[in-house]
């Protein structure tokens, strides 16, 4: 994409990127989401859509993709980003879903329930039980109210005014 493109920071896009310089590597442009990070305060791409381990950044738009393989994943990505509410979530929001996990695996730990009790009923592996209470994958606010409700307990949520008032 033109770095002169001015891009909806909260929306995601479906770009062609080059192949991963490495020996033996076809060499196909491939297609790749495109997603600001504020971290970084840049635009990152990851995989192609077909697995492939792509160079960072967009290719100029207009790029042919030649990769035989992410073709066939292409329409069921842009399905998904047409559908999708996606938003860059604002530092503090971000700070209080980071710390979702550890305040489940505390109330987990304090119930005296068995990790292998909850994942039971939530119909998940125990592995993937740890995976969500150590933050290795994400814990949505819906995967906390599931797990909390087992433990006898519920997620609130509270919005208050920041301090010192005005932005």
């Known amino acids: 994409m033109s770095e002169t493109t001015e891009l909806d920071k909260t ?9 991963l310089q490495l020996p033996g590597e076809p060499d196909y442009v491939h297609l790749s989401l495109y997603e600001w990070e504020p971290r970084s305060q840049l635009w990152l791409t ?3 859509v077909c697995g492939r381990s792509t160079e960072q950044g967009a290719l100029p738009e207009g790029t042919e993709v030649t990769c035989p393989n992410c073709p066939l994943y292409e329409d ?3 399905a998904v980003l047409d559908r999708e509410s ?3 979530l604002p530092d503090e929001e971000r700070s209080a ?3 979702l996990p550890d305040q489940v695996r505390v109330a987990v730990r304090e119930s005296g329930l068995k990790q292998k009790w909850i994942a039971d009923r939530l119909h998940v592996s125990e592995k993937h039980l ?3 209470l150590t933050g290795r994958v994400v814990m949505t606010p819906e ?3 599931r797990i909390l409700a087992l433990c006898g307990m519920e997620l609130v949520v509270t919005v208050r005014p920041r ?3 005005a932005r």
């Open 11 to 19: 929306r995601r896009y479906l770009v062609p990127v080059a192949r």
């Open 46 to 48: 990851g995989l192609a």
């Open 76 to 78: 069921t990505y842009r």
């Open 86 to 88: 996606f938003r860059v």
């Open 97 to 99: 879903l980071a710390a």
């Open 130 to 132: 740890s995976q969500l």
């Open 143 to 145: 995967w906390a109210e």
């Open 163 to 165: 301090v010192g008032g």
